[in-house]
């Protein structure tokens, strides 16, 4: 995750505050030194930072502290609800309807790879988006979009050396589309020649949504690029690009500040469906180390199968085969890489390398077993010395590899049976299958 080091950070310092023995001056003093290091590294702009840390101080040490909380619960609560605000409180909702959306931002800023995720997104949704190039400068961008459009399954329009008259041509072309999506060419703000035809662009199309895409990695020209930008075109919601790339990042998520306007959607990866619409709550629980078990449902309804469901239920009655442990690799790659997934479990720490061992595995894995029949995976017992060396002639890998995967099938069952399936059909596992449409 993005900011893993503020989040360690302020999760650290909480800890100090939670180790004492009570609240005073001293210790919101210090946690307040201890959060305005955190931010200043993550490259928050200084003047965003003291507000910030004036606003802690001054509720936590003078409101009083809601019924049932002690002073302590009183504080924490008081720095996630300011480090929610800080970040935007509006959660980045957009209506699922017939519009028009421009993206305006730096070069190299991750505009037309935003389109094209933007795209993806509605179409998920149920809608007919198409995508629009219409940044005329940059060398292969309309080629670009006309791929990224093919990639994603959505039509796609790039043509010309005026950006303006492409997008209206466009316009007309797409007009029985619900949602167009125009890409525009990288510019700095502050250019007077550039920001013109961006005006241009933006009274031929009309948007109905005006998006600045923001790389997280932008530094202390976050504000003052964001201000010029929503000077030029006004802008209406932000898509922080490049989030799973930087140990800071802070400058890009606070620029909701700036322009007044809320962070949509936040990119956390090179594929169209590493892409998130952003919910400040859920960011600052898994930045503090709270994880997001809401997102984690979300993604598990996204990629809800009946393979899936049926898996699920074997391995609750004890019913459970390496096609089960098939079906639910597959599900979590869906679900996006494991190191995502695993943050959103609150209160789980993972040493660093662990994870992306664990995913070269499960990979492996997987190749192994598409070189096993259906009876193999079905009966995972059959497998005998010879299976073994023909599994692994047949998956490019060693008899050792095919090995592990069996001990790793065989402790998972052992485990399984060991907790029991009665353990398993009551409390909050057994609700939350019920909630995907497992019997239990």
């Given at each position: 995750?993005?900011?893993?080091?503020?989040?360690?950070?302020?999760?650290?310092?909480?800890?100090?505050?939670?180790?004492?023995?009570?609240?005073?001056?001293?210790?919101?003093?210090?946690?307040?030194?201890?959060?305005?290091?955190?931010?200043?590294?993550?490259?928050?702009?200084?003047?965003?930072?003291?507000?910030?840390?004036?606003?802690?101080?001054?509720?936590?040490?003078?409101?009083?502290?809601?019924?049932?909380?002690?002073?302590?619960?009183?504080?924490?609560?008081?720095?996630?609800?300011?480090?929610?605000?800080?970040?935007?409180?509006?959660?980045?909702?957009?209506?699922?309807?017939?519009?028009?959306?421009?993206?305006?931002?730096?070069?190299?800023?991750?505009?037309?790879?935003?389109?094209?995720?933007?795209?993806?997104?509605f179409l998920r949704k149920g809608l007919r988006p198409a995508l629009v190039g219409c940044d005329t400068f940059r060398p292969a961008a309309q080629e670009q979009i006309m791929q990224l459009g093919n990639q994603v399954g959505v039509p796609s329009y790039a043509k010309g050396s005026d950006a303006a008259k492409a997008a209206e041509e466009a316009a007309k072309m797409f007009s029985d589309r619900d949602v167009v999506i125009f890409d525009s060419a990288g510019r700095n703000a502050l250019d007077k020649e550039l920001a013109g035809e961006l005006t241009r662009l933006k009274d031929a199309i009309k948007p109905d949504e005006v998006f600045l895409v923001i790389p997280a990695d932008i530094g202390q020209a976050a504000g003052k690029q964001s201000e010029e930008f929503a000077k030029l075109v006004g802008i209406t919601g932000v898509i922080v690009t490049k989030m799973d790339g930087t140990a800071k990042g802070g400058a890009a998520l606070s620029s909701c500040s700036v322009v007044n306007a809320p962070i949509k959607f936040i990119g956390v990866g090179e594929k169209a469906d590493d892409f998130e619409q952003y919910d400040p709550k859920r960011f600052v629980s898994r930045l503090i180390g709270y994880g997001d078990l809401q997102g984690l449902v979300e993604k598990a309804e996204e990629i809800k199968s009946p393979e899936l469901m049926k898996s699920a239920e074997n391995m609750m009655s004890g019913k459970y085969s390496l096609q089960d442990f098939y079906e639910q690799i597959e599900s979590v790659k869906k679900m996006g890489p494991l190191k995502q997934v695993m943050q959103m479990i609150p209160g789980l720490k993972m040493p660093d390398g662990i994870l992306e061992v664990q995913e070269k595995q499960m990979a492996k894995w997987k190749v192994a077993m598409d070189s096993m029949t259906a009876k193999e995976k079905l009966n995972p017992e059959i497998i005998d010395a010879s299976r073994i060396k023909r599994i692994a002639a047949g998956s490019g890998l060693k008899d050792d590899d095919v090995k592990e995967l069996i001990k790793h099938y065989d402790r998972t069952k052992k485990m399984m049976r060991m907790v029991g399936g009665r353990n398993l059909k009551r409390g909050n596992f057994a609700q939350l299958a019920k909630q995907f449409g497992m019997k239990v």
């Open positions: 995750m993005v900011l893993d080091k503020l989040g360690e950070s302020i999760s650290n310092a909480l800890r100090k505050v939670a180790g004492r023995g009570f609240v005073d001056k001293a210790v919101v003093d210090e946690f307040i030194r201890d959060l305005q290091r955190a931010l200043l590294q993550a490259d928050v702009d200084v003047k965003l930072v003291y507000g910030l840390s004036n606003n802690i101080r001054d509720k936590v040490l003078n409101e009083k502290p809601a019924t049932g909380l002690t002073a302590k619960e009183h504080m924490v609560k008081t720095v996630y609800d300011e480090l929610v605000t800080f970040l935007g409180r509006e959660t980045g909702t957009i209506e699922l309807k017939k519009q028009k959306i421009l993206l305006v931002g730096l070069y190299g800023s991750g505009k037309t790879t935003s389109a094209a995720k933007l795209a993806k997104f």
